[in-house]
Nanobody, 123 residues
């Protein structure tokens, strides 16, 4: 079983920077997709940034160069560096992974999620 734990959420003002971290634990051999989603109150969950095992990265359209996703394969962790946060950044940010392969060669093809970390924007 894989477990994801996020950290780093908090209170920010528009224009601030914030870094979120996620650690994935378990007897993991590889993670195909690892990244971040967010869900604001009353809205659907949306992708913020993702990495693929081949090194490719993908960002939500709203990011516009302000965020950077960094993956550490050796530590099975991922960071989301967010700059110039806007008011609409207020949301619960979820760490997400897909298609986990374990050291015993079993796999979990579906999605796994962390409990989320809250980002609140105030002015």
């Amino acid at each position: 079983q894989v477990q994801l734990v996020e950290s780093g959420g908090g209170l920010v003002r528009p224009g601030d920077s914030l870094t979120l971290s996620c650690k994935v634990s378990g007897r993991i051999y590889s993670l195909y997709r690892l990244g971040w989603y967010r869900q604001a109150a009353g809205k659907q969950r949306e992708v913020v940034a993702e990495t693929i095992s081949d090194g490719a990265r993908d960002y939500g359209d709203f990011v516009k160069g302000r965020f950077t996703i960094l993956r550490d394969r050796a530590k099975n962790s991922v960071e989301l560096q967010m700059n110039d946060l806007k008011a609409d950044a207020a949301a619960v940010y979820y760490c997400h992974t897909e298609r986990v392969t374990y050291c015993d060669d079993t796999s979990e093809p579906g999605d796994s999620w962390g409990p989320g970390t809250q980002v609140t924007v105030y002015s």
